[in-house]
């Protein structure tokens, strides 16, 4: 899919495919690379110092990674789809709350944490390449890493690029109707004032 066909999902749809594809991939990838790093480690970890280094790098990342998708599912993407469906009039929810501005600050941060770490994680195997004499698991690994880079490259490009301006654009349009509002309410108010003084 190119970029211009996320552009024009609305934002349940985007976040629909996101869920469906980079959350369900990234779910199911830590496991799998989690046995192949133990695997590797144990075989060829004492002669290949970068697959502990490695390991070390993805233990940390997977934390990371599954409260990260966890705080989206759980918080965030809830409050967009929230955002997607009240009217103008609606007071319950407050479009420009604080809590959605800094849960997207705070998944940018962790966007960029994540891809620092697999930026290392790419040099330390130099760029996912296998040495010449490597076992078929540690090829097999190395083309998962890659795979799975790849992945989250798109994951974050699709939340940070389209997800988030979305949004901003969403709070734009509620806070804007609102300040409509309140300004012809304004005016309202000031013309009552004109017919009272003359
Ligand atoms: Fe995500
Ligand atoms: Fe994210």
């Known amino acids: 899919m190119t ?6 999902m609305n934002a349940h749809s985007l976040i629909t495919y996101i869920l469906e594809n980079h959350h369900t991939y990234v779910k199911s990838s ?41 705080k989206e599912e759980n918080i965030l993407f809830p409050n967009i789809l929230d955002l997607q469906k009240i009217g103008k009039d609606d007071k319950e929810i407050n479009p420009k709350s604080e809590s959605n501005q800094n849960l997207i600050i705070a998944m940018i941060y962790e966007h960029e944490n994540a891809l620092k770490v697999l930026g290392s994680i790419k040099n330390i195997s130099n760029d996912y390449a296998p040495w010449g004499n490597a076992c078929k698991t540690t090829i097999a690994y190395f083309a998962k890493l890659k795979e799975f880079h790849e992945d989250l490259l798109q994951h974050i490009h699709l939340e940070n690029d389209i997800l988030f301006p979305k949004v901003e654009e969403l709070i734009k349009e509620l806070t804007g109707k609102d300040k409509d509002s309140e300004s012809n309410e304004l005016r309202g108010e000031l013309s009552d004032l004109d017919d009272e003084l003359f």
């Open 3 to 8: 970029d211009s066909q996320f552009n024009d």
């Open 30 to 70: 830590i496991p799998m690379l989690e046995q192949f790093s133990k695997k590797v480690v144990s075989y060829h970890g004492g002669e290949y110092d970068e697959l502990v280094k490695i390991a070390a790098l993805l233990k940390g990342l997977f934390v990371e990674l599954l409260s990260h998708i966890e």
